[in-house]
């Protein structure tokens, strides 16, 4: 029975969801904004123990060569030891890639891009958190389009967004962290060091052909990286639910070749990252706090799938494009639980780190939505006023980050009043997620969100 009402739920909320669309479709058809949105994600495969299958998956597609990408800390463990040996029981060659960056560069994704192609792979797997998914995207999509230089398909205004028109060889993506959900989305983040800012690569044939999603393989994931990578699983839910519309995006392309993976909120992606903030609230805490717990780290492995499924065709906002710059420009910062050999702000930090001001200021654009998201997650919204919904979901995830001991704000991270310009500069180039948010801001919003992130508590 309660999958019945679960299933009940999702159709209710897909019919009034599609309702409130079809009454504003009249408005947007005439003009130049869109008036169609594209579902595109990776096949999942949930279970525990489940990676242990990708021998037979990769036996079943017939490749020959596979380029088997990981980092040093994941080479370590004990889950790509089990990975490995499943593709050994299945006589599946291979090759093993294990000098992905945390948080990889334009030159760390080029050094993967020479070794896939140097290396004449029929296929790919990705074994590990976000940055290894991302570049082992990266090198498929150049190995399999090997004319094509870096900028090619980077976004603009940074790179020459050319549409990927040429087939991708298979991937394969097996996430060791419960957070990114890079194994469901055609997204691949770096930092560009000539400009000193973040970008990336969004199309959706950088999708893995199938992501195993395997709880087991959180066993080993440490307090911190479970607690970052949770809250890159909330801001993810959140921002792709407060999104602009889909039908309020312009331009609508000329040609369905153009139409982004960035598309805006649509009924669609709000099933499914309404459904993630649901799991946050009742499990994030607890797969911080006990890592035994393997209920909350299986069901937060489950989130992530659905918030990536939410953003990536829905899109993040503005935590995520100011995240970049605070990444990108890092100090000294190092987090306990990340053994880098380099200053490092973790992703899933960066992107909370500002979520209370990015929530205060979209809150006036869509009350309604940073109200309901508020109560998923617990707030009390009974007596809430609507020109308070932002304070309320501010407060809320400002709740969240106090219990599980986020450092207070930018200041904590090394950054002061004196950074505001540099941040807002590398915020500025993040127009493929900025221009996503619910309201719209000039500069001086910008700075002001920041200088309001100084210190969160």
């Known amino acids: 029975m309660a999958a019945v009402r679960k299933s009940s739920n999702l159709l209710k909320t897909l019919h009034r969801s599609s309702v409130g669309i079809f009454r504003n479709q009249q408005h947007s058809a005439s003009g130049d904004a869109e008036y169609a949105i594209e579902m595109a994600c990776s096949n999942i495969r949930y279970g525990l123990g489940v990676s242990k299958e990708v021998g037979m998956d990769f036996k079943n597609m017939g490749a020959k060569n596979v380029c088997v990408v990981t980092d040093k800390n994941i080479a370590k463990l004990a889950p790509m030891k089990d990975i490995c040996e499943a593709l050994d029981r299945e006589n599946v060659k291979y090759t093993v890639y294990d000098e992905t960056r945390v948080e990889p560069t334009d030159g760390s994704f080029q050094h993967a891009i020479n070794f896939a192609k140097a290396g004449g792979f029929d296929s790919f797997l990705a074994v590990g958190g976000g940055s290894v998914i991302d570049t082992c995207k990266a090198a498929n999509l150049y190995a399999s389009c090997p004319d094509a230089e870096l ?85 993810h839910a959140l921002e792709s639910y407060t999104a602009i519309p889909f039908n309020e995006r312009k331009p609508r392309p000329s040609n369905p070749l153009y139409r982004p993976a960035y598309q805006g909120s649509n009924p669609i992606s709000d099933v499914w990252t309404k459904q993630a903030l649901h799991v946050c609230k009742l499990y994030l805490r607890d797969a911080v706090r006990d890592p035994g717990n393997l209920e909350a780290r299986s069901e937060m492995h489950l989130a992530s799938v659905f918030a990536g499924i939410g953003f990536g065709n829905a899109g993040v906002h503005l935590c995520h494009g100011m995240s970049y710059p605070i990444s990108g420009l890092v100090k000294s910062f190092k987090s306990s639980d990340y053994d880098t050999d380099h200053p490092l702000v973790p992703h899933g930090l960066s992107v909370v780190i500002t979520a209370p001001a990015v929530f205060r200021f979209c809150g006036p654009a869509c009350p309604d939505r940073h109200l309901e998201a508020a109560a998923i997650l617990g707030a009390d919204v009974t007596n809430v006023k609507r020109e308070d919904a932002g304070n309320c979901l501010a407060d809320i995830v400002t709740k969240y980050m106090q219990d599980l001991e986020v450092p207070d704000g930018l200041s904590a991270l090394g950054y002061s009043s004196s950074d505001i310009p540099a941040l807002v500069k590398g915020t500025i180039p993040q127009e493929r997620v900025t221009k996503i948010a619910p309201r719209p801001q000039t500069e001086e919003d910008l700075a002001f969100m920041l200088e309001s992130s100084m210190k969160n508590y």
């Open 151 to 235: 900028l090619d398909f980077v976004n603009a205004p940074i790179g020459k967004a050319k549409p990927v028109v040429d087939p991708l060889k298979p991937l394969i993506a097996i996430p060791t962290t419960a957070g990114t959900g890079s194994e469901t989305t055609g997204v691949a983040i770096f930092d560009h060091l000539p400009t000193k800012a973040k970008t990336g690569i969004a199309n959706r044939a950088l999708r893995p052909t199938l992501g195993i999603v395997d709880p087991l393989l959180l066993q080993s994931m440490p307090n911190r990286v479970t607690c970052y990578s949770g809250f890159d699983v909330l801001c």
